[in-house]
């Protein structure tokens, strides 16, 4: 059904802000990173239709989506009169490329926030890999990098790192540590103390306060030979070496392992330009040929694509189910089966009005649009409605010929049915004109209804009489239904 029905959610513009995300490699420090944030300052700025950039670096660890020290975030305001936001990201990505050492991730505030609610990442598309071993994630997900790298359409391609980072492991020789009444973990502990520190006070300044570090100085963290020759306390106030409870050895391990319903997990995250259905098609087939998963190993595509196929689905089966009701209706409604069907005939003439509507206004089929596809079937309808239940009321009520009928139906109804399409089409012309910023959605139901109406109320008019005529030469004539007898008065 993917490859049916790939209806794509409504862009979610930001008016004139623009959010370009960096990442730095894992270990950057803050200054480094604002150092970098001043040089893509420049850059951001030098894009026509910009008119100020701030960075915002990290993000503490009381916020809701704690970031490192090496992710930063760019509030970019745009001229409102531009009308080429899209563009101006584009070029801000473009000039963004060039920068050495960082993954840039251009979109705009709301958006990520909405990519983050659906799959935790900031990005449209969003390919995880399941398995144990980290080594093997690491592979596969090169591999799929390398089968989607070009694929046109796929912009922002950054992999989550899986990095080695340095560190000491710690082994407690724990008959040794019972000796001394050391728990393994109490070990560790002050191990962790000495080098990380433990806050011991505040430093208030102002309206700021700061922790008060305690650590270790920096030669003895410097090498093995002094860590070993730490002192540890006992619960019974002994002090012990290092050396004589547990061993000490420089190592590498990961700098972050991600989990995700109990499993380990790797990401590859890419944005899309165009058509999200066409560039998922492109990169799953390019997936299941490239890249060869190991026994134990899975991948679940996340992210926009999920949220389209979830949309998709509902409203395949909601739309469905809303027209076979209005069919329904309409068979209930009329005597003849084939009026019901000129009504139905309605439905494409409308539809047909929306679509080249949504064309003309720039803008492509989505969940928003769909929405109001199905809403238009049924205004639709009720146009055909006005006109054939006049026909058939002409046709009991009087002996005239089914052409007089046609022309006398369509004139009678004339007014009622423009009426009732023009005030629906007009009621809309607030969301198609002016800034669209905050009417994204409403507009794209907006296109639709202005068009279907239209197309119609035209069609209607216009095709409705004859193809009454057709069928009416085609049925048995019906006899005018004979008026009730009145009884003289006394």
């Known amino acids: 059904m993917a490859r049916i029905v790939a209806l794509a959610l409504a862009a979610l513009p930001c008016g004139a802000i623009a959010q370009p995300a960096t990442t730095m490699m894992p270990g950057s420090s803050l200054g480094e990173n604002m150092r970098l944030g001043t040089q893509i300052e420049r850059i951001v700025s030098a894009v026509p239709g910009v008119i100020s950039v701030s960075q915002r670096a990290g993000r503490s660890r009381l916020d809701e989506d704690v970031q490192p020290v090496n992710f930063a975030e760019f509030d970019v305001t745009l001229d409102p009169e531009l009308r080429d936001a899209a563009g101006a990201m584009a070029q801000m990505r473009e000039a963004l490329s060039v920068v050495p050492g960082v993954a840039v991730n251009v979109s705009q505030f709301i958006t ?26 690491e592979h596969l ?40 009444g050391l728990a393994p973990g109490e070990i560790v502990r002050q191990v962790g103390q000495a080098l990380n520190g433990v806050p011991v006070s505040k430093v208030v300044e102002g309206d700021r306060s700061f922790d008060l570090v305690v650590r270790s100085d920096a030669a ?79 991948i679940a595509f996340d992210g ?16 469905s189910l809303s027209i076979l009701l209005i069919l329904l209706l309409l068979g209930l409604a009329f005597h003849t089966p ?25 803008s492509s089929l989505n969940v928003a649009s769909t929405v109001g596809l199905i809403a238009l079937a049924g205004v639709a309808a009720r146009n055909g409605i006005l ?22 139906g369509a004139q009678e109804r004339l007014l009622p049915i423009m009426m009732t399409a023009l005030t629906t089409a007009l009621a809309v012309i607030p969301l198609l004109i002016g ?11 907006a296109l639709v209804l202005f068009g279907g109406m239209m197309s119609s109320l035209i069609l209607n008019l216009l095709l409705v009489p004859p193809l009454y005529l057709a069928v009416r030469h085609r049925l048995p004539a019906r006899a005018p239904e004979p008026s009730p007898a009145i009884a003289p008065a006394e």
């Open 435 to 445: 800034d669209p910023v905050g009417k994204e959605y409403q507009r794209a139901v």
């Open 112 to 137: 990520h926030r909405m990519q983050e609610i659906l799959s935790g990442v900031r990005a449209q598309v969003v390919v995880k890999v399941f398995g144990a071993d980290l080594a093997t994630l």
């Open 141 to 180: 997900q090169a591999d799929i990098l390398a089968a989607v790298s070009d694929i046109d359409g796929i912009v922002d391609l950054q992999a989550e790192p899986l990095l080695m980072i340095p560190g000491y492991d710690i082994r407690v020789d724990r008959a040794a540590a019972a000796l001394y």
């Open 220 to 298: 003895t963290r410097a090498n093995i030979e002094s860590i070993v020759t730490m002192p540890l306390r006992s619960a019974s106030r002994a002090t012990v070496p290092v050396s004589a409870v547990a061993s000490i050895a420089p190592t590498e391990d990961r700098y972050q392992i991600s989990h995700e319903d109990g499993q380990r997990r790797a990401v590859v995250q890419w944005n899309t330009t165009g058509d999200l259905g066409r560039v998922m098609a492109a990169a799953q087939e390019a997936i299941a040929a490239q890249v060869a998963l190991p026994p134990g190993y899975r």
């Open 387 to 408: 006109l054939l239940s006049r026909y058939e009321t002409l046709e009991r009520e009087t002996d005239l010929a089914p052409r007089e009928i046609a022309v006398k």
């Open 304 to 319: 926009d694509w999920v949220g389209q196929q979830r949309a998709s689905a509902n409203l395949m089966w909601s739309g």
């Open 338 to 362: 084939a009026f019901a069907a000129l009504v139905a005939l309605n439905v494409p003439f409308a539809l047909l009005g929306g679509a080249l509507m949504l064309h003309l206004g720039g």
